[in-house]
């Protein structure tokens, strides 16, 4: 075994760009009146300050810039988190709780099930911690990636990114399937600031341990040529030892050369 790898899900494993990203846009202009429906860049431009990698959390502090924006004061405006939540739902997952019907049922998947049966090959443990609730995650990694129970820490299970506990409780988790892997280095793969801060945070944390952070370059940042360079630069700026275009490039070898 060579290292470690962890994955994030959002940007990663599956397009969220017409889904979470698409909620929060929903969500954002309905609690602003249909004042403000934030567009692509702007998402990218909150994310990029690091800390807003929850998306209902983001979508409250789009709501509250927009009104501080009008002169209005974020005490005034007694914004119900709550409801905010409840409606960035009923766009996600949909109307039926239990057989959603909402964005997520038609979201692209970036991965496949040979890639990841590639490093089991390779001896190379995997799973994955995401800031997706623990039912998003489960239904993409296993119901349409078709994995059978793998390490999966969620929003429910450890504290949001940029904070390392939840991928420390993924390490945890692997080392207690493949023996003793103290010594082999923790990569992680995320399409954000705030994953690639994750690595420098836990590299704090423990300074003994090597931690690689590797970045992907989502879907919708794909689609506008214009913004892939400076996403890669933000990326690499946050921490990133190298970026790539699709999660299934990190492949065996390149996991090995890392």
């Not at 979508?59 to 009008?70: A, D, K, P, T």
């Not at 766009?91 to 709780?97: E, L, M, S, V």
């Not at 994995?147 to 299970?157: F, G, R």
């Not at 214009?226 to 190298?242: C, E, F, T």
Request: with cysteine.
């Amino acid at each position: 075994m060579s290292a470690i790898v962890v994955f994030d899900i959002d940007g990663v494993i599956r397009d969220v760009g017409s889904s979470y990203r698409r909620a929060l846009a929903d969500t954002v202009a309905e609690f602003t009146g249909g004042g403000f429906r934030p567009t692509p860049v702007d998402i990218d431009t909150l994310k990029g300050e690091g800390i807003w990698n929850n998306d209902w959390e983001a979508s409250q502090e789009l709501i509250y810039r927009y009104f501080e924006r009008q002169g209005q004061s974020r005490s005034a405006l007694g914004l119900d988190y709550a409801q905010i939540v409840a409606y960035f739902q009923t766009k996600y997952r949909g109307t039926d709780p239990v057989n959603w019907n909402g964005y997520i049922c038609n979201e692209p998947i970036l991965a496949s099930l040979e890639y990841f049966c590639s490093l089991t090959a390779a001896h190379i443990p995997w799973g994955f911690f995401s800031g997706a609730t623990t039912g998003s995650a489960t239904y993409i990694v296993q119901r349409r990636l078709g994995l059978n129970a793998p390490v999966l820490v969620a929003m429910e299970d450890a504290p949001g990114k940029p904070d390392p506990t939840g991928l420390f409780m993924a390490v945890a988790q692997l080392g207690s399937q493949h023996g003793n892997i103290d010594a082999l280095p923790i990569i992680y793969v995320g399409d954000t600031v705030a994953d690639m801060q994750t690595i420098i945070r836990a590299r704090k944390i423990q300074p003994d341990r090597e931690f690689i952070a590797v970045g992907v370059l989502p879907p919708h940042i794909l689609a506008e040529t214009s913004q892939v360079d400076s996403y890669r630069q933000s990326l690499l700026k946050a921490g990133a030892k190298v970026v790539i275009n699709n999660v299934q490039e990190l492949t065996p070898e390149l996991i090995n050369s890392l």
